[in-house]
């Protein structure tokens, strides 16, 4: 009985080790990447800007995942913030010049003051009429994109085209190359952030109005100031993601950013796994990975195997969400977890 | 330290020595990505889903007409291969798609991509990395900038070009014209207009007695009609998208407006246009054309239309003849393969571009007699030439000659 209380931490901080040194190995091959295949054009530029954009989705994940999450409140519009975000790097760029490193703290504020802005009054509204509200935003931000006075900054339907900016110091990096190192970078500060935020005090308060909103506010937490907030923290990490969205993919304009955006972004998070920081990365990768393919994948598999009907081109997305959701009801990380863990008891046992 | 000089030097002569053999071997062909003794490959994009997935077509029959080329050898023995994407109309999807196309698929040249909004999103790549962007599917003027954008090139006769014909054809015909104008409020609608006001000169501006203009979200254009009739015009300029020109037809009709009236190309439909608004009522309305409408009688003999009809029948049997996309995308297709028989072996992007830019007196199949593909350095409208023509009955009447406008060349 003693044996087994004094080994199970020492075995706790084994695999917490375990895990941390995976993590940075993980993150330092991820960093090696682009050196290691150089200019070799092994994984084209194209293969780089996707895998930047799924590093991209995934902070747009984390950060409706602080909000949902973590602090449960349910949002349908994190697209409007994405929005936000990335028309303020590209019209910061395009008109003003600005180097893009320094848009990305200016989207971050931008996108932090709206949504602060925006979560004041939502905090009357609870569950399913904050989402609402929140869909309303989404709907309406592309529409306002296309406004007739906005158009000198907006240029309306058309868009803004960017330029990507090249690896700085004679790096034998290409732009693609060079951005996606970049986006890694600042989604590790952006997780790295989110961990410490959630092992704080504030992080921990923001759980325990998720989880019981009265009692937190009887323990002496002023709820609706931590919703706004969070709220506000949330669309900036949310708006970070848009402008380096803007920038990697060089281009913005209303139609990048409809509604389904939104819901890409809470599907994202619901199948890689809410309340938990890798199940953003899962998450973003979903985004990605299941936007470009569904349909392609839907189209293939209708002639692989030589179906008698015509499938639709999401079908095989509903299908998997379907399966996703009813398998692991945890999201995708929730089920890993519960796998991994059923296996050692299997071993142990 | 001499020493590695002089090995240098030795090594440097060697290679001289040898590359004079070589060179002109090796000066015969010449590829960029895309491009080699076996392959051309030619990137597209259309919207095969989405509000604009009518357009389609057009794609599908370029690819069709690749085929076609192929099963006959291929182009100067080199097989096509035709790679198209849908972009859903959407320009965010267009610029991801072209991206894959170039960097991924590595197309030699990016072909007739479709949509102002589309292609005015990848013009800047493309130009960035010097791949052409072949005779796009849009009619705004703004496609022919050599000296900005030297690797785009339009193809179908522009809508300032268009528009300054209708003027003046108007002053030739009824120098004392009241003009009204029923305008589109956006790019195209401005388009058009602007080159309807140089046709006319300066001097002939205050012809335009009224412009009415719509939004394209409008559910009809009725009261702008009424507008218009009130203003007591007696020419009509119907700058309209198929849907607002079918209401405005009908509506001058059941108002009893009867003005000279001019229908924009892009409305030039029987399908979509003429026959909703009732035939009756489009009697007399004068369009300008730069293609054949292969249904017509009048072309049942002439020798490209017999070529397309083969061709439809072979390639895309359960296709709707009647879609025009399908006279669109076998003319246009011919015009890009044109391009690559003048490239030669030469296939290198930068020659590519040259001999779009190197077309004379080109007869596209299904172009109107008379109407060529011209293109030189500095002019990058391909084609520049209209016919008029009155609605009779159901088909289309020609008549005068060929008119170009010189504004744009």
Known sequence: ?349 | MTELKRRTVIAGLGILAVTPVFAPAIAQKRYDDGASDTEIKIGNIMPYSGNASAYGVIGRTSEAVMKMVNDAGGLNGRKITFITYDDGYSPPKAVEMVRKLVEEDKVLLVFNPLGTPSNTAIQRYLNQRKVPQLFVATGASKWGNPRQFPWTMGWQPDYVTEGSIYAKHILATKPDAKIGVLMQNDDYGKDYFNGFKQGLGAANERRIVQLSTYEVTDPTVDSQMIQLKNSGADVFFNITTPKFAAQAIKKAAEIAWKPVHYLNNVSSSFGSVLKPAGIDNAQGIIVALYRKDASDPQWVNSPDVVAWKAFMAKYMPNSDVRDDGHNFGFSVAHTLLQTLRQAGDNLTRENVMKEAANIRAFESPLLLPGIKVNTSPTDFYPIQSVQLARVKGESFELFGSVLSSESTS
Not at chain 1, 52 to 66: D, F, P, Q, R, W
Not at chain 1, 122 to 134: D, F
Not at chain 1, 142 to 169: C, R, S, W
Request: aromatic share 10%; with cysteine.
């Open chain 1, 1 to 349: 009985m003693t044996a087994i209380t004094t080994a199970a931490p020492a075995a706790a901080e084994t695999s917490r080790n375990l895990t941390r040194s995976m993590l940075i190995g993980l993150l330092l091959l991820a960093a090696a990447l682009p050196f290691i295949v150089g200019k070799s054009g092994f994984i084209s530029n194209f293969t780089f800007l996707q895998l930047s954009l799924m590093i991209v989705y995934a902070i747009a994940v984390l950060g409706l995942n602080l909000l949902t999450g973590f602090n449960g409140q349910i949002s349908l519009g994190h697209g409007a913030f994405f929005a936000v975000g990335a028309y303020t790097a590209a019209i910061l760029i395009e008109h003003y010049g600005v180097n893009y490193w320094l848009t990305l703290p200016a989207a971050a504020l931008i996108c932090f003051v709206v949504g602060y802005l925006f979560g004041l009054p939502a905090l009357r509204l609870e569950g399913h009429y904050l989402a609402l509200a929140t869909f309303g935003l989404a709907i309406a931000v592309p529409q306002m994109l296309k406004y007739k006075h906005l158009e000198p900054l907006t240029n309306g339907v058309m868009g803004i085209n960017l330029l990507k900016p090249d690896a700085p110091f004679g790096l034998p990096l290409s732009g693609d190359q060079w951005m996606y190192l970049v986006v890694l970078i600042v989604a590790v500060a952006m997780f790295w952030m989110a961990r410490n935020l959630l092992n704080s005090r504030p992080g921990r308060a923001m759980v325990a109005i998720r989880d019981h909103t009265l009692a937190a506010s009887t323990m002496g937490i002023d709820t609706s100031r931590y919703k706004a907030t969070v709220f506000g923290i949330s669309a900036l990490y949310v708006g970070v993601a848009g402008a380096l969205h803007a920038i990697i993919f060089e281009f913005v304009s209303p139609d990048s950013f409809r509604f389904e955006l939104s819901i890409a972004i809470l599907v994202g998070a619901v199948v890689g796994g809410v309340a938990s920081l890798p199940g953003a990365v899962i998450g973003g990768i979903f985004v990605q990975f299941i936007e470009k393919y569904a349909d392609a994948m839907t189209k293939k598999l209708t002639q692989a195997i030589h179906l008698p009907l015509e499938l639709q081109p999401w079908t095989l997305y509903g299908i998997t969400l379907i399966v996703l959701i009813y398998v692991m009801p945890g999201g995708i990380a929730g089920g890993l977890a519960a796998l991994w863990a059923r296996l050692r008891r299997s071993q142990g046992g």
